[in-house]
């Protein structure tokens, strides 16, 4: 490939054309032929490096102020314009795509996976990125790192999906993707907003700016579904509202009228039931799937709403909900005997609110709940995550969850300021094995044991090290005998 099949006339200017390897913002990857994109970031401003870059082979540098640089390219936003030159790389994929985005902070990976099956299911070839891995309709599941990737990956992805001949793409839209423009430009059939709760303001410093980072998506909608049952979801339905933006809005609501909303809403442990009603066309539609709780309700009709603007026949997106098979991770029965063991991602303290309160409902006897707060992230968040235990468990075992670099004690003592005063039995181990053993070794007849925090994830993060950890074969293995 040459550097004028990807940088166009208009933004050449002094460049000399020659080959290219690839497109990288990461200096310790650098090869001679790359194009290195200059990120200015918290601790490291890439613009400082961009003629070592240069010495060592690159083909061009990515800028945006003006260096004096020889084979530079001036932009006004380079993370922007890294997302443009993905694109141009691989071909510009997303042309043969017709793209869906969720965002919020809890129910992205569930109300994706929904919408992926019932696209599969509806006749339409749909591929998936998101937490719980890249999905590119091919023989392979590729694991995730992260929920949106970065360009030079995310834009593989998509080629991947388009030579394997995907007709849909539902990704998660997480708000650093949507800060740092990982997807620019791209133009979505349909736009997702299922919730917004604190977390990740080690990232935004403000829910202002996280609900911000969110709302940018809409931007680039056609369709945009919100949950107005969410005080941020109503905020941004009145914003877009009156904007005029153009963006056609669809209202979803599982406790009151919107264009889709549930009545008769039946929970039971294995599932939910209830009628789909449509305001648009004054009928109801028997909707009954394997997934707990009522949070689920309002992440199906999210997911119904966006695959009938898509273009399924609500119809046949109803009859396809019966038969999605759950999302690993994601109120997951890993044991079901004397006592269960149910596994979930939840990370936040509404996260926690909502699968603990579905659980408390149907438990006979005890409810149990490991669970920690990740390190190096939104350490706001940790006490209120302790007060939500305590209020629905009756013993809580706190332990460690991707601690990175912090330690994990210290992020353990905050959590457990959450459970001063509070009717609860709570211990904690810093060894997330020992902590989950020990919680199984209490189980009983009736007991619910709740896995909180790690989902699909089958490692630990501790320092930069992705350490093998898997509750899921740590439950089948603790409890092969009983």
Same mark, same amino acid.
């Given at each position: 490939?040459?550097?004028?099949?990807?940088?166009?006339?208009?933004?050449?200017?002094?460049?000399?054309?020659?080959?290219?390897?690839?497109?990288?913002?990461?200096?310790?990857?650098?090869?001679?032929?790359?194009?290195?994109?200059?990120?200015?970031?918290?601790?490291?401003?890439?613009?400082?490096?961009?003629?070592?870059?240069?010495?060592?082979?690159?083909?061009?540098?990515?800028?945006?102020?003006?260096?004096?640089?020889?084979?530079?390219?001036?932009?006004?936003?380079?993370?922007?314009?890294?997302?443009?030159?993905?694109?141009?790389?691989?071909?510009?994929?997303?042309?043969?795509?017709?793209?869906?985005?969720?965002?919020?902070?809890?129910?992205?990976?569930?109300?994706?996976?929904?919408?992926?099956?019932?696209?599969?299911?509806?006749?339409?070839?749909?591929?998936?990125?998101?937490?719980?891995?890249?999905?590119?309709?091919?023989?392979?599941?590729?694991?995730?790192?992260?929920?949106?990737?970065?360009?030079?990956?995310?834009?593989?992805?998509?080629?991947?999906?388009?030579?394997?001949?995907?007709?849909?793409?539902?990704?998660?839209?997480?708000?650093?993707?949507?800060?740092?423009?990982?997807?620019?430009?791209?133009?979505?059939?349909?736009?997702?907003?299922?919730?917004?709760?604190?977390?990740?303001?080690?990232?935004?410093?403000?829910?202002?700016?996280?609900?911000?980072?969110?709302?940018?998506?809409?931007?680039?909608?056609?369709?945009?579904?919100?949950?107005?049952?969410?005080?941020?979801?109503?905020?941004?339905?009145?914003?877009?509202?009156?904007?005029?933006?153009?963006?056609?809005?669809?209202?979803?609501?599982?406790?009151?009228?919107?264009?889709?909303?549930?009545?008769?809403?039946?929970?039971?442990?294995?599932?939910?039931?209830?009628?789909?009603?449509?305001?648009?066309?004054?009928?109801?539609?028997?909707? @009954?799937?394997?997934?707990?709780?009522?949070?689920?309700?309002?992440?199906?009709?999210?997911?119904?709403?966006?695959?009938?603007?898509?273009?399924?026949?609500?119809?046949?997106?109803?009859?396809?909900?019966?038969?999605?098979?759950?999302?690993?991770?994601?109120?997951?029965?890993?044991?079901?005997?004397?006592?269960?063991?149910?596994?979930?991602?939840?990370?936040?303290?509404?996260?926690?609110?909502?699968?603990?309160?579905?659980?408390?409902?149907?438990?006979?006897?005890?409810?149990?709940?490991?669970?920690?707060?990740?390190?190096?992230?939104?350490?706001?968040?940790?006490?209120?995550?302790?007060?939500?235990?305590?209020?629905?468990?009756?013993?809580?075992?706190?332990?460690?969850?991707?601690?990175?670099?912090?330690?994990?004690?210290?992020?353990?003592?905050?959590?457990?300021?959450?459970?001063?005063?509070?009717?609860?039995?709570?211990? @904690?181990?810093?060894?997330?094995?020992?902590?989950?053993?020990?919680?199984?070794?209490?189980?009983?007849?009736?007991?619910?044991?709740?896995?909180?925090?790690?989902?699909?994830?089958?490692?630990?993060?501790?320092?930069?090290?992705?350490?093998?950890?898997?509750?899921?074969?740590?439950?089948?293995?603790?409890?092969?005998?009983?």
């Amino acid at each position: 490939m040459r550097l004028f099949d990807i940088v166009y006339e208009d933004e050449r200017g002094g460049l000399v054309d020659r080959e290219i390897n690839t497109v990288t913002d990461d200096t310790r990857k650098l090869r001679e032929g790359d194009i290195f994109i200059a990120i200015t970031g918290r601790n490291f401003d890439g613009h400082s490096v961009c003629g070592e870059m240069l010495e060592k082979g690159a083909a061009a540098v990515v800028v945006e102020k003006d260096l004096g640089l020889p084979q530079q390219i001036v932009v006004k936003n380079s993370r922007e314009y890294y997302s443009v030159l993905a694109s141009r790389y691989y071909g510009n994929p997303t042309k043969s795509l017709k793209l869906i985005a969720v965002t919020g902070t809890n129910g992205k990976t569930t109300t994706a996976n929904i919408i992926q099956h019932i696209m599969n299911e509806t006749g339409h070839k749909c591929g998936y990125i998101g937490t719980s891995g890249y999905d590119v309709c091919g023989e392979k599941i590729y694991e995730a790192r992260l929920t949106t990737p970065y360009q030079m990956d995310l834009y593989g992805y998509f080629r991947e999906m388009v030579d394997n001949g995907a007709e849909y793409c539902v990704m998660e839209a997480s708000s650093q993707a949507l800060s740092q423009y990982r997807f620019s430009g791209e133009r979505f059939v349909c736009g997702i907003f299922t919730n917004l709760t604190q977390d990740h303001l080690d990232w935004h410093g403000t829910m202002e700016n996280y609900y911000k980072a969110k709302r940018s998506l809409f931007k680039f909608c056609d369709n945009g579904i919100i949950n107005i049952g969410d005080k941020w979801g109503k905020r941004l339905y009145e914003e877009l509202s009156s904007a005029k933006s153009g963006i056609n809005l669809v209202t979803v609501n599982s406790g009151g009228l919107a264009d889709f909303f549930s009545v008769n809403i039946k929970l039971r442990p294995g599932g939910v039931s209830y009628w789909l009603s449509s305001a648009s066309d004054e009928k109801s539609f028997p909707v @009954s799937f394997p997934m707990p709780g009522r949070f689920n309700v309002e992440n199906s009709l999210c997911a119904v709403s966006a695959c009938c603007k898509a273009g399924a026949d609500i119809r046949d997106v109803c009859n396809a909900l019966g038969t999605v098979k759950g999302v690993c991770g994601r109120s997951e029965v890993l044991y079901d005997g004397k006592y269960a063991v149910i596994c979930d991602y939840a990370h936040t303290e509404d996260g926690l609110q909502k699968i603990l309160s579905t659980l408390k409902e149907f438990v006979k006897n005890r409810l149990i709940v490991v669970f920690g707060a990740a390190g190096e992230r939104d350490a706001g968040k940790r006490k209120a995550m302790g007060e939500c235990v305590a209020e629905y468990a009756d013993i809580a075992v706190v332990t460690s969850d991707n601690p990175r670099f912090e330690d994990p004690q210290k992020i353990i003592d905050m959590v457990l300021e959450g459970f001063e005063g509070k009717d609860c039995t709570v211990k @904690s181990f810093i060894d997330r094995l020992t902590a989950i053993e020990y919680a199984v070794g209490l189980g009983e007849e009736g007991d619910i044991i709740a896995l909180c925090g790690k989902g699909h994830e089958s490692y630990q993060v501790i320092g930069d090290d992705y350490i093998p950890f898997s509750e899921h074969d740590i439950i089948k293995e603790l409890t092969k005998n009983i």
